[in-house]
């Protein structure tokens, strides 16, 4: 309302008066405002009085200059702005961004139709037809009918098309029978019932136990006797005497041929194990969701980094030892085996293999108990069932783990010269000439063993034993003192050289008491030399068979004194190249199994290098990851990923195609126990580590660390080829870095 309003009023004299409402002061005489006409002007115009409600509102100046600006839109108030709904992907209830606005006020169905639509122009061409089918029809009839009163005889117009209404419809009804419903029951009789009841204890329980083990004693007692007769009463106390003399495992003996003739086949124990496997899965489905479905998307707004995502947790079922050695079954994909023992060597006890499943978190599917340290294992590639073990005393052991048996199948002692030192890692390595089952243990006490599965034993063969390089020299400086000492020994004694020199060294007939003193002079300074020459043995700790088609007799050895040593099982007295880069022992040394000339150590000098076998000088790549490496693993779908553990509990997982400098997840694992070992998943982004207090950690790699070369865009080559290709490239530009350094080097 303006802040001005009045009521105009005319007065009975003619005069016009403005007559105020409100309290306010009358406001001040503008200037352009032309005077008040006289009051007795019959001529004179109507004057308008303002007139203000009471309930006005005061406002200012300020306040009625202010521009106010309202927006109409077409939102629905009455529209819920809260609607969830259950998100699938995310697993959770999230708001609906987008809610129907639209709200109808009066709807009706009519027959109108617009004069512009394309409905109205085809109904109103239809009619013009109808109306242009009736005038001609009604044109013939016309004519028709003149030429029948002209007398001529025609025949009337076709009207079948004509319709008889407009709806070209006949109404036509029929009767049918109504067949009367019919209920049809039978009664049978309930089968006859009984209620039985009784009640059981412990002694009746026992009784009946002995009962049958004694039943079981005399049946094969009765077999045995197969040509003579025996009395009852031998047989009777035949069988009490066995009863009395095992009357304390008895219930135990029954218990198992109960289960044994309870469970003859196998079924049942199988269904326990899959309704297990079910319990577990639905006791951890949140890590089963994440070990399907998880993909960290932070990766592609972070280029160049990675992260590793904890799943499950194995943990070892007898007392905590260090995991020693950890290998992937090669017929079930989420099936692996751990071994357990200990590193320390006054801290040596029992050792343990476990067989664990992805599918069954909770606890190992076997345990197979062993008087030493289990030091190494490894699952044969073609036969999963069997499985070969080293231990710390020295001895392999093949176990079948479909037995479930803590027998092994074949073991190798001292009457089959076993190992004397630790056995550090062992290998399945089958024989190209007679195909026989063989595997290949490396131990420190310098001797690479190939042991062959016959019929009934291991039968041993040094393949190589480990010497340093100084041997060499060290037997070359002995047959020179041997040389010198009988030289002078026999010019002391007969005043001349040569021929009595030779006489003494060969041990002919003597001349005399100086002969004899050479001749034991010249024997200890061998033994001497063969002293030395066993003093320079080198443990080998780690080995590893090139998995190129055509070298698969190839093989890398690490070494205590931080060589690596490139040999093979066609030549076994001496190395085929060596390669000093570690000044610490070498822990591990892995072939990459994409590029056949490529390969990976690590040692506790803190240091991962990555060779090329055909390059001895030096390394291509050398990584400082501030801790003793445990061990390294190269990725099975990438020819340049791969991960690190070290004693500080981290894992480093590097992708020289990304970055060759720093690794593109480094991660801590373990708060206080140390990272003994590591390996990838053939088939699936997982990775397995292995700390010191025995706990095995499933971990999967997130986008940027699984990364591996799409299809090939050219015919007839293949993802290998992309791979090695891309390492190639790596490595070339690593060269070309090193290049100057060597140079310098050499001159």
């Given at each position: ?17 403005i ?10 005489p ?5 005077p008040?006409p006289p009051?007795n002007?019959?001529?004179?115009l109507?004057t308008?009085e ?10 200012t ?33 999230k ?10 006020h ?11 639509s394309?409905?109205a122009r085809?109904?109103?061409d239809q ?19 003149r030429?029948k ?7 009337a ?11 070209n419809?006949?109404?036509g009804?029929?009767?049918t ?7 049809r029951?039978t009664?049978?009789?309930p ?7 009784g ?5 009746e329980?026992?009784?009946e ?5 004694e039943?079981?004693r ?18 009777a106390?035949a069988?009490?005497t ?9 219930a ?7 289960r044994?003739?309870?469970d ?6 199988q ?6 496997r079910m319990v577990n899965q639905?006791?951890y489905a ?14 592609a ?7 590793l995502?904890?799943l ?14 950890i ?14 023992g ?10 343990a293999v ?18 030493s340290?289990v ?8 036969f ?17 783990i ?12 001292v009457?089959?010269k076993k190992?004397?030192?630790?056995v550090?890692q ?10 026989t ?11 690479i063993?190939?042991?062959?599965l016959?019929?009934c034993?291991?039968?041993?063969e ?17 047959a ?9 020994s026999?010019g ?15 041990g ?24 030395a020459a066993?003093?320079?043995v ?6 590893d068979f090139?998995k ?23 030549y ?5 190249a060596?390669?000093?880069?570690h ?6 040394v ?8 490529m390969f990976?150590?690590?040692?506790a000098?803190w240091?991962?290098k ?9 390394p291509?790549l ?5 801790a003793?490496v445990?061990?390294v ?18 894992v ?8 060759r ?7 801590k ?8 070992r ?17 706990n095995?950690s499933a971990?999967?790699l ?25 390492l190639?490239?790596?490595m070339e ?15």
């Open positions: 309302m303006p802040p001005h309003t009045g009521v105009l009023r005319r007065k009975d004299d003619g005069k016009a008066t007559r105020r409402t409100g309290k306010d002061k009358p406001p001040a503008m200037a352009d405002v032309p008040p009051v002007d019959e001529f004179a109507p308008r303002v007139v203000r409600p009471p309930n006005q509102l005061q406002l100046e300020q306040e009625l200059s202010e521009e106010t600006a309202k927006m109409l839109t077409a939102n629905n108030p009455t529209a819920p702005q809260n609607v969830a709904r259950f998100n699938m992907k995310e697993r959770c209830y708001f609906e961004p987008m809610v129907e606005q639209l709200v109808i009066y709807g009706s169905d009519g027959w109108l139709l617009h004069k512009a394309e409905e085809k109904q109103h009619e013009k037809a109808e109306t242009e089918a009736a005038a001609k029809f009604h044109a013939e009839c016309e004519k028709v009918l030429e009163e002209a007398g001529i005889d025609v025949e117009p076709d009207d079948s098309r004509q319709l008889r209404n407009q709806f419809y006949s109404e009804a029929a009767q029978f109504i067949y009367p419903l019919k209920d029951a009664f049978t009789e089968p006859p019932t009984a209620t039985l009841s009640s059981c204890s412990m002694w329980i026992y009784d136990y002995c009962k049958d083990f039943r079981q005399l049946e094969e007692a009765t077999k045995q006797a197969k040509g003579g007769k025996k009395s009852a009463q031998t047989a106390a069988a009490g066995a009863a009395s003399s095992r009357a304390s495992s008895s135990t003996a029954a218990a198992t041929s109960s044994e003739q309870w003859e086949d196998g079924s049942v124990v269904g326990f194990c899959i309704l297990d639905n006791t949140d890590i089963a969701m994440d070990f399907k479905y998880w993909d960290d998307t932070s990766d707004f972070r280029p160049g980094e990675g992260s995502l904890p499950w947790q194995f943990k070892c079922e007898r007392g905590k030892k260090h995991v020693t050695s290998c992937w079954s090669s017929l079930y994909k989420d099936q692996f085996a751990v071994g357990y200990s590193f320390h060597f006054q801290k040596q006890g029992t050792g476990s067989i664990f499943s992805l599918k069954n978190p909770s606890h190992a599917e076997l345990t197979i108990m062993t008087e340290g030091m190494a294992l490894h699952i044969h590639p073609e999963a069932n069997l499985l070969a073990v080293g231990c710390y005393d020295g001895s392999v052991m093949v176990f079948d479909r037995s479930k048996s803590d027998k092994p199948l074949y073991q190798a002692s009457k089959t190992h004397t030192d630790p550090w062992v290998c399945w390595q089958p024989d190209e000439l007679q195909k089952l063989a595997f290949v243990s490396i131990s420190t006490d310098g001797d063993m190939l042991w062959t016959t019929k034993e291991l039968l041993p040094r393949l190589m034993k480990l010497q340093s390089a100084s041997k060499e020299r060290a037997a070359g400086a002995g020179a003192a041997v040389a010198a000492l009988a030289a002078s026999a002391g004694s007969s005043g001349s050289g040569g021929p009595a020199a030779a006489a003494t060294v060969t002919s007939s003597g001349v005399g008491p100086a002969a004899n003193n050479a001749a034991a002079a010249a024997a200890a300074v061998v033994a001497g030399v063969d002293l066993q003093q320079h080198v443990g080998g700790l780690c080995l090139c190129a088609a055509g070298q698969e007799h190839t093989y890398l050895v690490g070494t205590e004194e931080g060589s690596i040593h490139k040999c093979s099982k066609a076994g007295s001496d190395y085929l060596s390669y000093a880069g000044g610490m022992p070498v822990y591990g892995k072939w990459n199994s994409l590029h056949p000339s990976l150590a690590c040692s000098d240091n991962v990555v060779w090329d076998s055909s390059q001895q000088q030096a291509l050398s990584f400082d990851l501030g003793a445990g061990d693993a190269w990725a099975p779908y990438s020819s340049t990923v791969f991960a690190a553990v070290t004693d500080e509990g981290k480093h997982v590097f992708d020289l195609a990304q970055n400098q720093l690794p593109l997840c480094a991660q694992c373990s708060k206080k126990a140390r990272l003994t590591v390996v990838f998943n053939p088939v699936y982004p997982i990775l397995l580590i292995g700390d010191s207090k025995g095995v971990l999967k997130s986008p940027n660390l699984h990364k591996c070369c799409g299809k090939p865009d050219k015919a007839g080559v293949s993802i290998e080829d992309l791979e090695r290709q891309k190639d490239h790596v530009v690593a060269r070309k870095s090193q290049a100057p350094a060597l140079a310098a080097s050499a001159s």
